[in-house]
């Protein structure tokens, strides 16, 4: 291989011009010699003779670095773009464009990207704001936000005239700087130097002309001595960097998004779509959750809030692990329909009573849900219609059919009889409720007897000319809620003989329960199923669907964990189960032969659901799994990502009770059944 | 059949059927005495709660051609009445809807006073 040293110049001098890609022969050469690559050195030694390509050595590393560049190399030829070819012994970097991104992406890298640099990835974060484009603030609201935090506040100010024109409104200016005036006097303060608190204060907060009142506090504050003191009394943190961050914080409230990033934005969206998951969660019943349940979201970081990270990877979703969906066992024990059901507020026992004149009290064993007698009481003459136990679960109030002119309240734990109420032998106490001291309660019916009364079985209290059908006392404590037959719900206050109108209902209201908050009131209205009311607007919430309720009372609850689900009995012989938000059943559950009267939910084992009906059984539900019941243990590994249906097992007889009702669900992804 | 759910018409003279004293209607919804029934003196209401209806049937009455169905109590299914539901006649007209109680089937007792 010759090289001739004048040619190689001239060509490499021809290189550097920019001009270059003319129709001049020695583009065609590079061509070739970019085609043939490496084999150049061959095609240069065969060819022979011509100086260029004689250039062999050199030329064709050169070429070798252009070919190695790639896609740049076949532009080169031919376009005007011989200039970057030029620029390929300098930076790389260059030649490669920033990726073209459309507004929604370049969000979501800025969001990205501030999450990183929260986590501290300064250098990642840097490439990526180079590589895509984008970035993450505006510099002046940089430069404001470093000031702040560093406690600089003349920079700050600057910089915040700097962005006025990109704030929305002009009184955000001004409150923004009313907030750095009254950081920067309180660090005065702090300081000790009173002299520039006070010109501070007269200089340039007051002429702002902003929250005249806390301007008149924070001239208050000048004469708390000690800095102790004064961080006491006005709940500051002190001038530290956790106060500018705080203050930045609040600050950032102010800036629209495009010029500085709201804080955290990342780690918010992502706590709300977990919180929306689980708030659509069909049968979610556990108490750990992968969210722990926080009103308030500011100052709260994602770790602080998201209990499971598996509900990141995979949809949260539960199955039925805790959820009552199979009939655990049925009990034969009374003799005649039985009527009512209910649990005691500390979930321990179980009451049913019905036609068969006997009050039966179970002890329930909340890990087996299994119940045991525990006493049978007899002494009624007529059917027991109505249970109502103290909120102390000690004792409870049988009351009896409309003809039986008195009530019998039992001592639950010894079986003992602990009063008789009985006024006078035309009066019908069909109903009862107990007031938070377990020491008064209210009884009423349909005959217009509407007493309250103490554990001796004295009536204290008379409300006249009101036919109850149905008691609950409200969470004050002082005022009961009452349904009459004129379809409405009234609260009475007995004592100082109030009362006032609470709703109407176009139809009977044949029972009505309260949840725990006392805010709302599950209705069972006759023809019409079940209503949810709220009690403090007084409007109708949610109607719920697919019960049957003409003929006969039917009694419903709220259960579940914090009370997110609705159950009920129905004249179709099934027991029906709604979720809280939606109108139609997430389960129907079937098994009974005859009407179902009542069922009551375990106010402390949210798994468990009792229900008796006419057939004369009391059956217990609970999830299909009874080895699954140890809900905080196993909740933590269950939740999240698990199909429902993988648990019903196909060969147990208990399964079959089981239904789904897809006449009546529609868009349930349901594997079995 | 579990606890029947009884509702009550209120009023200051309830109507009560006779056999099991289920509140049937009251004295604000009577609109006229002047009827007869199998059984003799008959009452027009207005309003009734608790009672079931049979299916409807032609019958030729007195004053014309009507379709009733009869009336029970829901409690204990006595035989209480008749609905009128449709009345051929235009002057019959103002019975449609309306029940008819024989006397004799029904009790009338005071009712209490109500707010």
Same mark, same amino acid.
């Not at chain 1, 009884?443 to 009536?459: H, I, M, P, S, T």
């Not at chain 1, 404590?477 to 004129?486: I, N």
């Given at each position: ?299 709260? &970081? ?198 006032? &109108? ?121 999830? &299909? ?49 | ?115």
């Amino acid at each position: 291989m010759t090289l001739n040293h004048g040619a190689f110049i001239d060509i490499l001098a021809s290189w550097e011009d920019p001009h270059y890609g003319g129709a001049s022969p020695p583009p065609r050469k590079k061509l070739k010699r970019t085609q043939g690559g490496v084999g150049c050195d061959e095609s240069c030694s065969s060819g022979g003779g011509k100086t260029e390509e004689s250039l062999g050595g050199t030329a064709s590393m050169q070429h070798q670095t252009e070919v190695t560049n790639g896609a740049s190399v076949p532009q080169l030829n031919g376009s005007s773009d011989g200039g970057s070819a030029v620029t390929v012994n300098g930076v790389k970097d260059e030649t490669k464009k920033a990726l073209k991104l459309d507004p929604i992406n370049r969000d979501m890298v800025r969001l990205i990207g501030q999450h990183l640099a929260n986590l501290g990835f300064q250098s990642t974060v840097e490439q990526l704001m180079a590589e895509s484009g984008c970035r993450l603030d505006h510099p002046e609201a940089r430069r404001f936000k470093s000031s702040v935090v560093e406690g600089d506040w003349q920079a700050a100010e600057a910089a915040l005239l700097e962005l006025q024109s990109m704030l929305n409104n002009t009184t955000h200016l001004t409150e923004m700087r009313f907030l750095i005036l009254e950081q920067k006097y309180m660090e005065l303060l702090e300081r000790g130097d009173d002299i520039g608190a006070l010109n501070c204060l007269r200089g340039e907060i007051s002429p702002l002309d902003h929250n005249i009142s806390r301007v008149h506090r924070l001239s208050s504050l000048i004469f708390y001595n000690n800095p102790a003191e004064l961080k006491k009394a006005t709940n500051w943190l002190g001038s530290g960097p956790e106060s500018h961050m705080a203050l930045m914080e609040r600050l950032s409230a102010y800036l629209p998004p495009s010029v500085m990033l709201p804080p955290r934005r990342l780690e918010r969206l992502v706590i709300q779509s977990v919180q929306h998951q689980v708030a659509t969660c069909e049968f979610h019943n556990t108490s750990i959750e992968p969210l722990l349940k926080v009103d308030n979201l500011e100052g709260l &970081s994602l770790s602080d809030v998201v209990v499971s990270s598996s509900c990141l990877l995979t949809d949260h979703h539960c199955g039925k692990e805790h959820f009552p969906s199979t009939c655990l066992y049925t009990v034969t024990e009374h003799m005649d329909e039985v009527l009512v059901a209910a649990f005691s507020p500390n979930g321990r026992y179980l009451a049913t009573a019905g036609k068969d004149f006997s009050l039966l009290i179970w002890n329930v064993d909340n890990t087996t849900l299994k119940i045991s007698k525990r006493h049978c009481l007899d002494g009624h003459n007529f059917s027991i219609v109505f249970l109502s136990w103290s909120h102390d679960s000690t004792k409870i109030i049988a009351c009896m059919h409309e003809d039986a002119s008195e009530l019998i309240v039992w001592d639950a734990e010894r079986g003992k009889q602990v009063c008789k109420v009985s006024d006078s032998t035309s009066d019908s106490l069909t109903c009862a409720c107990w007031y938070k001291d377990n020491e008064r309660f209210v009884c009423g019916g349909l005959r217009g007897q509407f007493y309250l009364c103490n554990l001796e079985g004295a009536v204290l209290e008379r409300w006249e000319g009101v036919r109850v059908q149905s008691l609950a006392v409200h969470a004050d404590g002082k005022t009961v809620l009452a349904s009459d037959t004129h379809r409405r719900i009234r609260g009475y206050q007995l004592e100082t003989v109030q009362d006032y &109108s609470i709703l109407q209902e176009d139809h009977g209201i044949m029972t009505f329960s309260l949840d725990t908050t006392g805010r709302f009131a599950l209705l069972n209205v006759t023809t019409q199923g079940l209503h949810l009311w709220d009690l403090n607007s007084r409007t109708l919430v949610r109607r719920f669907r697919g019960a049957t309720q003409k003929h006969c009372t039917i009694h419903s609850c709220f259960g579940g964990i914090n009370q997110d689900f609705i159950a009920s009995g129905s004249e179709d012989h099934k027991v029906y189960i709604w979720h809280r938000n939606q109108e139609l059943p997430v389960a129907v559950l079937s098994g009974h032969q005859l009407p179902v009267n009542c069922v009551t939910w375990n106010p402390v084992q949210p798994s468990m659901l009792v229900s008796v009906s006419d057939d004369r059984t009391i059956r217990i539900w609970g999830p &299909s799994q009874t080895n699954r019941l140890n809900r905080d243990a196993d909740a933590a590994s269950t939740s999240g990502g698990l199909s429902d249906g993988d648990d019903d097992e196909p060969d147990s007889p208990r399964a079959s009770n089981f239904q789904f009702p897809h006449s009546l669900i529609s868009g349930l992804d349901i594997s079995s059944h | 059949m579990g606890r029947v759910y009884i509702e009550h018409p209120g009023g200051s003279k309830i109507f009560s059927c006779g056999e099991c004293c289920t509140p049937v209607t009251n004295r604000k919804s009577l609109i006229s005495t002047r009827f007869t029934g199998a059984t003799g003196r008959a009452f027009l209401f207005s309003s009734v709660v608790n009672l079931i209806y049979s299916s409807v049937q032609a019958r030729m009455m007195l004053t014309g051609r009507h379709m009733v169905r009869d009336v029970s109590c829901k409690y204990c299914s006595a035989k209480l009445g008749w609905i009128y539901e449709f009345a051929t006649d235009e002057s019959q007209r103002y019975k449609e809807g309306c029940v008819i109680l024989e006397r004799a089937l029904i009790v009338e007792t005071d009712g209490i006073e109500e707010l």
